[in-house]
């Protein structure tokens, strides 16, 4: 393997942790472990968390009145929250890795790659800095959502460098540039409204002392239609994308992936309305939107006008 390739690989592993840390992100939130860890970087002023109420600090009461849940010690929301924190650690290792290659490697050839590199060093410190302001917050909704978007930036610079390092063949294809672009913005806006329906549902949900879960949804705002309807939208058009991209052979395998997670997102949405939300259904629905949008900014930059 020649070091190319291997600078490639480690990107598409940067990638691949990127899309784990929002999963462990999503959880977090879903398991509602935010303030399992209520201090920042620390954990109950330890590097490593307490495994159980014996091993909690004397002054251990300071942390637990932060937590807007209980204020009782609990070992699975505490490790929950470290172990997003450790991933999002290792996910920072991974990009200083990259900057040293990616300056030994293309500063004199290809600088783009480093800038790209610096790049995700900073939008990392930032999202780092975003978790710190939500524990501060005392998981702020508004903080929260904020939260993912720096996520998904990172994820379309490490795609710009692996489409930019492999240099795959591109086509040229007008139209379905526009139907590209356009099924991007879609998805973009049905996930901003989906944040606002998720944050709506943390707010009944906290109030509601997070039991009858049942009940969430028939007291969120017009939102939650407004994101079922466009969903239909988003499909239709996804579903366009992936019939155009499957005809180009080199675009087959990203039109197929199109393909499956739309419908993917469509089945784990009509689980989530009318099974009452089962926990496990809302971070697979946020994963599913995070790869789509990113797939089909790779797909953009597969396409050319000419």
């Known amino acids: 393997m020649n070091s190319e390739n291997a600078f490639i690989k480690h990107t598409k592993l940067v990638l691949l942790t990127i899309f784990a840390v929002i999963l462990a992100g999503s959880i977090v939130r879903t398991t509602h472990s935010g303030m399992g860890c209520p201090d920042w970087p620390h954990c109950f002023g330890r590097w490593i968390p307490p ?29 929950i929250e470290y172990f997003n ?19 030994k490697k293309y500063f004199k ?13 900073l ?17 702020g909704v508004v903080q929260i ?12 610079v490490c795609v710009l460098m692996i489409q930019l390092l492999e240099k795959k063949e591109k086509i040229i ?16 806006i049905q996930i901003v409204i989906g944040t606002e329906v998720r944050s709506e549902v943390d707010n009944i949900s906290k109030a509601m002392h997070y039991v009858d879960r049942a009940s969430w949804l028939k007291n969120v705002s017009s939102y939650l239609q407004t994101h079922e309807v466009f969903a239909w939208i988003v499909a239709f058009s996804c579903i366009l994308v992936a019939g155009k991209a499957v005809a180009h052979k080199p675009l087959q395998k990203n039109g197929l992936l199109v ?16 099974l009452h939300m089962p926990a496990f259904a809302q971070p697979l629905h946020l994963l599913g939107s995070s790869i789509l949008i990113v797939t089909l900014f790779s797909l953009m930059l597969r396409v050319r006008f000419k």
């Open 51 to 79: 495994l159980n109420a014996g091993q909690l600090p004397k002054d251990f009461e300071k942390y637990l009145s932060k937590q807007d849940i209980d204020h009782t010690f609990n070992a699975f929301h505490t490790w």
């Open 85 to 103: 924190r450790l991933l999002t650690g290792l996910l920072g290792i991974f990009i200083v890795i990259q900057i040293i290659w990616a300056f």
């Open 109 to 121: 050839t290809r600088r783009v790659i480093v800038y790209l590199s610096l790049t995700l060093m």
């Open 123 to 139: 939008l990392v410190a930032f999202e780092a800095w975003v978790g710190k302001v939500v524990v501060n917050s005392n998981l």
């Open 145 to 156: 959502t904020a939260h993912m978007f720096p996520a998904l930036v990172i994820a379309g």
């Open 173 to 188: 294809d007008k139209k379905f540039l526009l139907f590209l672009s356009l099924a991007f913005v879609l998805v973009l």
């Open 259 to 274: 393909l499956i997670l739309i419908m993917a997102e469509i089945f784990l949405g009509l689980i989530m309305t009318q």
